[in-house]
């Protein structure tokens, strides 16, 4: 099985330790021990600042493209994470999410899309820290849309509201105290799409 983790600059390591420490270098990790013998392939497809849009506007032939980078490598299972998605609407969401499904859906590829994890509080329109229920718009809107679509919905989101029931303050997994998740931030990524399986 091919896997494609497709994303921004937390898919492309953003303050991973090292590569191993990536989310979806977890992912497939755990994935080995679950199915030992599977035969699993992974291929990074992650653009530090950039969200989904910035791909489909890549001229033909970039290494960003959409078609190079996400279409071409033919993946079984594009895993996305874009926190840089979150200036969407949940009517933006239907929008253009749905035109990607159409073309992962031409090449028989399944998805998985992960809620992106909390970042710093302003940005999230919260006065502090403690944040439970994910207020982001896009949130809500990529929810519903892979219940819609029966999508595969990897809720990071959610357990990084849980981490206030925790007595955890989620800034400690965010390593430039911004929108770059420490290594047990990737590996919040990694547990929700294994709950998938």
Known sequence: ???????????????????????????????????PKANIRLTTAGWGGRNTDSFLNEPPGAEFNFDHAVITPHPDLIVMEFVNDAWMSPEVVEQKYSY???????????????????????????????????????????????TKHSIALADASLRWGHLVKEGIPYMTLLSNSINHPNDPGHEIFAQALMELF
């Open 100 to 146: 990607l499904l159409k073309r992962f859906q031409e090449i028989g590829a399944e998805w998985a899309i992960l809620t992106p994890h909390y970042v710093r509080p302003d940005w999230m329109n919260s006065p502090n820290e403690r944040v439970e229920t994910d207020p982001r718009p896009y949130v809500a809107g990529v929810r519903q849309f892979c």
């Open 1 to 35: 099985i091919h896997i494609l983790a497709w994303g921004d600059s937390v898919t492309a390591g953003g303050e991973a330790s090292s590569i191993e420490k990536r989310y979806q270098n977890r992912f497939v990790a755990h994935l080995k021990e679950r199915f």
